[in-house]
T-cell receptor
Framework: EDQVTQSPEALRLQEGESSSLNCSYT??????LFWYRQDPGKGPEFLFT???AGEEKEKERLKATLTKKESFLHITAPKPEDSATYLC???????????FGTGTSLTVIP | DVKVTQSSRYLVKRTGEKVFLECVQD?????MFWYRQDPGLGLRLIYF???????EKGDIPEGYSVSREKKERFSLILESASTNQTSMYLC??????????????FGPGTRLTVL
C-alpha cells in the first residue's frame, strides 16, 4: 500500500538555525514526489517536484533531495516568514491519486 | 496566472442541510480532486474525477457525492450535513499522470462549520 510518513510533526527553530524535514515513502513505481507549503487557513502552495533518486531542487532557503525511500527538505538559515506547515505527497504508477503525509509544522522564532 | 477557485472561503450550515461546494479550474485539467483536511489527519481524499461525468471514490466518500458536468467544474455535495463534516475542504486539479507525475494545483479552501 502506498504510504507517506513525515517527521517531525512539529519543529521550532531559532532564526538562522538550519534543519531538515523528512518524508519517508513507500509507493509502487514512483512517478513524482511533491513538496508543498501551507499557511494557516489557506490551500497548499507548490514548492518542488522530484522524479528520481539523486535529484535535488533549490528555491531560496529551501533545498529538496530524494532517495529511493525518502526525501528531505533542507531549510538553510530560516526566517520567521518560513513558518508554515510543509506537506509531502507522492504519486505512483497505480493511477492518478496522490498520497499525502500529515505534514511538519515549522515555527521559526525571531 | 493559473487558478483553482472555490465558491466560498467560509460557510456555516445547520445539521441536515444540503450543502454544495463548487470548484472551478482554468487550466483545462482532466483530473480534479476533493479533500478534507483535519488537524492531525492530514489531507484525506473524498472523491476524484478523471473526466467529465467520471468519478471515483477516495478514502472517505461516505456522506458525500460529487458532480462533474463540465470539465472545468467539480462540485462536492453533502446530502445531509452533520457536525462531523465540519472541516477544511480543499479542491485540486492536475493533468493525468504519464511517465512522470503531475503536480496538483490547489484552491484556497472552504472552511465549513456545521452547527
Amino acid at each position: 500500500e502506498d504510504q507517506v510518513t513525515q517527521s517531525p510533526e512539529a519543529l521550532r527553530l531559532q532564526e538562522g538555525e538550519s534543519s531538515s524535514l523528512n518524508c519517508s515513502y513507500t509507493v509502487s513505481g514512483l512517478r513524482g514526489l511533491f513538496w508543498y507549503r501551507q499557511d494557516p487557513g489557506k490551500g497548499p502552495e507548490f514548492l518542488f517536484t522530484l522524479y528520481s533518486a539523486g535529484e535535488e531542487k533549490e528555491k531560496e532557503r529551501l533545498k529538496a533531495t530524494l532517495t529511493k525511500k525518502e526525501s528531505f527538505l533542507h531549510i538553510t538559515a530560516p526566517k520567521p516568514e518560513d513558518s508554515a506547515t510543509y506537506l509531502c505527497a507522492v504519486q505512483g504508477n497505480t493511477g492518478n491519486q496522490f498520497y499525502f503525509g500529515t505534514g511538519t509544522s515549522l515555527t521559526v522564532i525571531p | 496566472d493559473v487558478k483553482v477557485t472555490q465558491s466560498s472561503r467560509y460557510l456555516v450550515k445547520r445539521t441536515g442541510e444540503k450543502v454544495f461546494l463548487e470548484c472551478v479550474q482554468d487550466m483545462d485539467h482532466e483530473n480534479m480532486f476533493w479533500y478534507r483536511q483535519d488537524p492531525g489527519l492530514g489531507l484525506r481524499l473524498i472523491y476524484f474525477s478523471y473526466d467529465v461525468k467520471m468519478k471515483e471514490k477516495g478514502d472517505i466518500p461516505e456522506g458525500y457525492s460529487v458532480s462533474r458536468e463540465k470539465k472545468e467544474r467539480f462540485s462536492l455535495i453533502l446530502e445531509s450535513a452533520s457536525t462531523n463534516q465540519t472541516s477544511m475542504y480543499l479542491c485540486a486539479s492536475s493533468s493525468p499522470v504519464g511517465t512522470s507525475g503531475r503536480r496538483q494545483y490547489f484552491g484556497p479552501g472552504t472552511r465549513l462549520t456545521v452547527l
